[in-house]
């Protein structure tokens, strides 16, 4: 089942912060975050496992609630740079390794 | 080393024809995925191969759909009979794979083939 984003698009302006959310309705084994630019392909941000663990780039963080089954992703004195389509995909299993995208949050940083 | 590439970068086809989309994976990955994106739409995941098997098939859309996976390498995704609603970005993703020991697993995706048809 395909896990819900909110909110669907947000706009800021340079400098200020944004959180980007996840829920599932399934328990999850782990959550992936991806940026998409406008005609490119996704580029991994993120990614929380089950029980705790994370890798990711040193400029974004992002937390998993593994008894709500929620992801939320915080980017914090956005650049111009972070403008892009967000993606979280979640991953049921281990053994099945697919993961199933969310909705998708537009984010648009103004100067 | 080089990422996920994948050929042709454009496809447009005419209605009812077969075409053939090609993944070449990132070298030692032994995951491969391929997803679909509409104009505007998120990624639908299509089918994921471990190796040269294909564990999960099922978000094919139907039995026009169809795909291997060879050398645990190269996977090419064909599509039999084209519809106008199969237009879409084709992506292809790759990952080291977990029963590889990557207990990460973050997927590396390709720049994608745009599949038009008229």
């Given at each position: 089942?395909?896990?819900?984003q909110s909110?669907?698009?947000?706009?800021?302006?340079?400098?200020?912060?944004?959180?980007?959310?996840?829920?599932?309705?399934?328990?999850?084994?782990?959550?992936?975050?991806?940026?998409?630019?406008?005609?490119?392909?996704?580029?991994?941000?993120?990614?929380?496992?089950?029980?705790?663990?994370?890798?990711?780039?040193?400029?974004?963080?992002?937390?998993?609630?593994?008894?709500?089954?929620?992801?939320?992703?915080?980017?914090?004195?956005?650049?111009?740079?972070?403008?892009?389509?967000?993606?979280?995909?979640?991953?049921?299993?281990?053994?099945?390794?697919?993961l199933t995208?969310?909705?998708?949050?537009?984010?648009?940083?103004?100067? | 080393?080089?990422?996920?590439?994948?050929?042709?970068?454009?496809?447009?086809?005419?209605?009812?024809?077969?075409?053939?989309?090609?993944?070449?994976?990132?070298?030692?990955?032994?995951?491969?995925?391929?997803?679909?994106?509409?104009?505007?739409?998120?990624?639908?995941?299509?089918?994921?191969?471990?190796?040269?098997?294909?564990?999960?098939?099922?978000?094919?859309?139907?039995?026009?759909?169809?795909?291997?996976?060879?050398?645990?390498?190269?996977?090419?995704?064909?599509?039999?009979?084209?519809?106008?609603?199969?237009?879409a970005v084709?992506?292809?993703?790759?990952?080291?794979?977990?029963?590889?020991?990557?207990?990460?697993?973050?997927?590396?995706?390709?720049?994608?083939?745009?599949?038009?048809?008229?």
């Amino acid at each position: 089942q395909q896990p819900v984003q909110s909110p669907q698009a947000v706009i800021l302006r340079e400098g200020e912060d944004a959180v980007i959310n996840c829920s599932s309705s399934k328990a999850l084994y782990s959550v992936h975050w991806y940026r998409q630019k406008h005609g490119e392909a996704p580029v991994f941000l993120m990614i929380l496992l089950k029980g705790g663990e994370q890798k990711g780039h040193d400029k974004i963080s992002a937390s998993f609630n593994e008894k709500k089954q929620q992801s939320s992703l915080y980017l914090t004195a956005s650049q111009l740079s972070y403008s892009g389509t967000y993606f979280c995909g979640t991953e049921m299993g281990f053994g099945n390794e697919k993961l199933t995208f969310g909705t998708g949050t537009r984010l648009t940083i103004i100067p | 080393g080089a990422g996920v590439s994948q050929s042709p970068s454009n496809k447009v086809t005419e209605k009812g024809k077969d075409v053939e989309l090609r993944c070449d994976p990132i070298s030692g990955h032994t995951a491969l995925y391929w997803y679909r994106q509409r104009l505007g739409q998120g990624l639908e995941f299509l089918i994921y191969f471990q190796g040269n098997s294909a564990p999960d098939k099922s978000g094919l859309p139907s039995d026009r759909f169809s795909a291997e996976r060879t050398g645990e390498s190269v996977s090419t995704l064909t599509i039999q009979r084209t519809q106008q609603e199969d237009s879409a970005v084709y992506l292809c993703a790759s990952s080291l794979g977990r029963l590889a020991g990557s207990s990460y697993n973050e997927q590396f995706f390709g720049p994608g083939t745009r599949l038009t048809v008229l």
